[in-house]
């Protein structure tokens, strides 16, 4: 039998057009937020918060009075990826490299 994982506490928060996971004293790489290694960083965008087995509070769209809070750890770029433009017969080839630019972020409460 498949042992998964299952967390009591947690949020889904989002940035942008991106979701993330939230749980506590994990580590979690997010696009990029301005800010220092070390600032406090808060989000508001909380859409879902599960605070004990049976408390979930789901958002419509987001979570009244609920904020994520979290501080930065490291401001890095992501792995390289290459973007390769090909014309088949027409002597046309473009590599380029493209790095994101993210954050690592701790989450210390929501």
């Not at 506590?24 to 918060?49: C, H, M, N």
Request: proline content about 2%; glycine content about 8%.
């Amino acid at each position: 039998m498949e042992h998964k994982d299952t967390f009591s506490r947690y949020a889904i928060f989002q940035i942008g057009t991106n979701q993330y996971q939230g749980i506590e004293g994990k580590t979690i790489s997010i696009q990029k937020v301005e800010g220092q290694a070390g600032d406090q960083v808060e989000f508001k965008e909380v859409l879902l918060r599960k605070t004990s087995e049976q408390d979930v509070e789901i958002g419509q769209p987001f979570v009244k009075g609920s904020t994520l809070v979290a501080s930065i750890v490291k401001q890095m770029k992501g792995p390289k990826l290459i973007v390769y433009h090909f014309r088949r017969r027409k002597k046309s080839r473009v590599k380029n490299g493209h790095r994101q630019q993210m954050t690592i972020i701790r989450v210390v409460s929501f």
